[in-house]
Structures are given as structure tokens and as C-alpha cells.
């Protein structure tokens, strides 16, 4: 009797056994990925994929016929200080806020308005150090059409020469490590045409306007400069203007140490401290 269940348990143990070693049939059932059919949904996915496809190329447009990061470039402008420019039938005023970040920091070493021939001056907004870069090219193109033809170049041709290196984002070995130029400027210049004044931005394009605000307060003066400017105005009256405006856009005070003047009329000028403190007693 004994013998009958010992042999009986052993049997059944011997089927669990064999149960549990025969493979567990597995039964795949194919997933179907379904995008959301909303219009909405694809089209930021569509966005999200093409930005961080294409962001990162400065020569390479996107489906939608875009480059990113000149786009950037141009909102960098955005953060920069104010600049603007007014022509008159005397001349051409800019006027520029310097940033001085600290009491230690000599504010004549800010420099936001520069020279590039003696009949044309520029103003900027966004990165100095890609201003310099667009400035020195200027400079020697200038004084290059100066040496062949013995005749000073034009404005216009200047700026030329300055948004062909803009959209080239660099010459030489910069081109290996490119990117959009970070800097706008306001070109201001007297040749045989008259006074000009021209607006350049980080995709190569420029416009002549009469007068032109750049920079982190430009909605606000753009909207103050197309109330108060007039082609009749005179210079005293466009450096009163340039120099109120800048007053309302500034979070700080208006002193000679935060603020640039000059004029082209029919040479460069770039304004003393005390020149500067004549303009601001008169607003």
C-alpha cells in the first residue's frame, strides 16, 4: 500500500515537472501607433522636429524656408541698447545709450558710435565685438575705393560692403567657425548724394530710412520718432529729438556718461561730454 502512493506521488510529481519545462507559447499581438489626427498636435510635432533638425545650420533653410539662426540673431538685437538715427537736410544725428554696468567701468571706453570714413559714421545695438568686425571691414573697403579712384566712397556702396560680409557670416579662416553677425546698425553718411541714412540687420539686408530706431526700446521710439520727425527739421531740433526719445526709452537718468551723440554734417563728429550736457539742458 505504501509502495502504490510513494509510486504515485512520484508520478505526479514527474508530470509538474515535465509541465513546467515545455516552453510557454508566446502570442505577439502587433501595436499600431496612431498619431492624433488634430491638426494642431501634427503641426507642432512637425515644428519641434524641423527646429532641432535645423536650428543649429546658419546656411540651411528649413521646409518652411527659414534659417533659425538668423532669426536668433535678430531677436538678439532685441536685448541691445537703444540707438537712433534721424536725417535731416543738414546732416545725419545718432544717438546711442551705453550700458555702464558698474562705477569702476570708465564710460568713455564704451563705445557704441564709431567712425569708419570721415564722411560716415554708424551706430549700433547687440554684440560690440561683431560691430568691430563689420566696422574694420568697412574701413579698409573704404579706404581701398579711396586709394584706386581717389574719390571717397558712397554711402551706399559702404553698406553694401558691410552686408556682403554680413551674409557671408565671416571671411578668411571665420568662416570655418560661422555664424550670424548679433549686431544692427544705423549707417549714417554725407557724399554727393546728400545726407543718407541706412538700417542694416543680421541677414544681409539693409533699407535707407529718414529716421530708424534699433535696439531694445525701438517699438517704443520707432512710434515717438513717426510723431515728432519732418524733413524740415535742423540738426539742433534732431539732436533735441533723438536725445528725448532716448530719455523716455532709458530705464536710468540721462547723463553725458550713458549716452553717444554724433552727426555727419558733412564730416564725422562725435560729441564731447560737454557737447553732450549742451543737448541734454535742452530738454
Not at 65 to 79: M, T
Not at 146 to 172: H, K, N, W
Request: some cysteine; charged content about 25%; aromatic content about 6%.
Amino acid at each position: 500500500m505504501k509502495t502504490q502512493l510513494l509510486s504515485s506521488c512520484l508520478a505526479s510529481q514527474a508530470e509538474e515537472r515535465a509541465k513546467a519545462e515545455q516552453p510557454i507559447p508566446l502570442t505577439l499581438t502587433p501595436l499600431s501607433l496612431s498619431l492624433p489626427r488634430d491638426r494642431s498636435n501634427s503641426y507642432f510635432l512637425k515644428m519641434f522636429l524641423t527646429r532641432t533638425e535645423y536650428d543649429r545650420g546658419v546656411n540651411t533653410f528649413s521646409p518652411e524656408g527659414r534659417l533659425f539662426q538668423v532669426e536668433y540673431a535678430i531677436e538678439a538685437i532685441k536685448l541691445g541698447s537703444t540707438a537712433i538715427g534721424l536725417k535731416t537736410k543738414e546732416g545725419v544725428v545718432l544717438a546711442v545709450e551705453k550700458r555702464v554696468t558698474s562705477p569702476l567701468l570708465e564710460p568713455s571706453s564704451v563705445e557704441k558710435i564709431m567712425e569708419i570714413d570721415e564722411h560716415i559714421g554708424c551706430a549700433m545695438s547687440g554684440l560690440i565685438a561683431d560691430a568691430r568686425t563689420l566696422v574694420e571691414h568697412a574701413r579698409v573697403e573704404t579706404q581701398n575705393h579711396r586709394f584706386s579712384y581717389g574719390e571717397p566712397m558712397t554711402v551706399e556702396s559702404s553698406t553694401q560692403a558691410i552686408c556682403d560680409l554680413a551674409l557671408r557670416f565671416g571671411e578668411g579662416e571665420e568662416e570655418t567657425m560661422s555664424r550670424p553677425f548679433g549686431v544692427s546698425l544705423l549707417i549714417a553718411g554725407h557724399d554727393e548724394h546728400g545726407p543718407s541714412l541706412y538700417y542694416t540687420d543680421p541677414s544681409g539686408t539693409f533699407w535707407q530710412c529718414n529716421a530708424k530706431a534699433i535696439g531694445s526700446g525701438s517699438e517704443g521710439a520707432d512710434t515717438s520718432l513717426q510723431e515728432l520727425f519732418n524733413k524740415d527739421l535742423t540738426l539742433q531740433e534732431a539732436e533735441t529729438i533723438a536725445l528725448s526719445i532716448l530719455k523716455q526709452v532709458m530705464e536710468e537718468k540721462v547723463t553725458p556718461n550713458n549716452v553717444d551723440i554724433a552727426k555727419v554734417a558733412p564730416t564725422y563728429h562725435l560729441y564731447s561730454p560737454a557737447e553732450v550736457e549742451v543737448v541734454i539742458a535742452r530738454l
